[in-house]
């Protein structure tokens, strides 16, 4: 049973986000020495060299890829159906299901119903498609940030003047930001699953006494 809706989720995400964006702009530094960054590098041993200055720090960037994804998600979940529709079409479904149609409607009428799950579920199917690709693209940058660590840390003597390319997120700020994003994306693949498979259990269990 699913207790907190995905539409709920996503749209909760999409306002954390244009937050989190707004403080990596004015005040970065109230995320960057939080005390759960703190406590997630410590506890992995993520600790690369600080990339304080304008030119060099990662976070002005990534909040404008935050704030555009955020505006991408709250567009997307605007323009999709909610299964609200799904509820809506039952009474004009039933019908179609009644086996007491005339033989050569019964005939017409055979593809209709997959035709009309696979549109009223289009919601469900766009955005599991979403969070499988967000869960393993966080999945991996979070990946790709905790097997480089031993290379910075292997050498006192790196600088973040020495850093470049992809090793400009390898810090423990954009490390948490990934895992905690692959977990939450992770959650509203897991609701999405169990929000379709409710709604199709119940358009079955509506029509087959019909």
Known sequence: MVFVSSKTLIQVHGILLVVVAGYLVKNPELITDSDFVFMMGEALKIDFPSLSSPQQSPFTFCAVLLFVEALIDLVLLSNLPFHEALDQALPYIRPLRNGNLPAED?????????????????????????????????????????TGRGEILASSYTSAAALGGLD????????????????????????LREERQERLTKLLEDTRDL
């Open 106 to 146: 019964l005939q017409v009428l055979q593809s209709l119903p997959e035709y009309i799950t696979k549109s009223l579920t289009v919601y469900w199917s766009v955005w599991i498609g979403v969070a499988a690709c967000r869960f393993f693209v966080y999945a991996g940058l979070a990946l790709f940030i905790y």
């Open 168 to 191: 400009r997120l390898k810090n423990r700020v954009v490390f948490t930001f990934a895992f905690v994003e692959m977990m939450f994306w992770f959650w509203i693949f897991t609701t």
